[in-house]
């Protein structure tokens, strides 16, 4: 059975951010420093790969990276427009942030727009 990897580019997506934005985490932020970028679970040809239900963990980590703020800046559109109808649903920010990684993980197929438009069609009914 073939095992599913999310590459930089995977994550970027699921974070709504680009690759070199995840390449530079890696780079700025490595093993033995104050705040690590998960080690990958693999690699391939030097191309460095999670296992998707590790997303909850990066976007932990992401959330606390110091400086700009948690999640290291202003979210993108559909994020904050995804916040926005959760917290209309009663769900803190932590609590939807959360549920995006595990959709983002049940459904690396998806990018994060994708998902955040699917969450307000289903809340919309």
Partial sequence: MTEHFLGVLGIGAALGVSRHAVHKWRSRHPSGSDHPFPEP????DGAPGWRAERLAEIVRWREGLPGRGAGGGRPSAA??????????RGLDRGEALRA???FAG????MTEPEICAWLMQKWRG
Avoid: G, N, S, T
């Fill in 79 to 88: 994020r904050q427009e995804y916040l926005k109808a959760a917290a209309e």
């Fill in 41 to 44: 679970d693999v690699e391939v």
């Fill in 106 to 109: 049940e459904f690396p197929e």
């Fill in 100 to 102: 995006l990684a595990e």
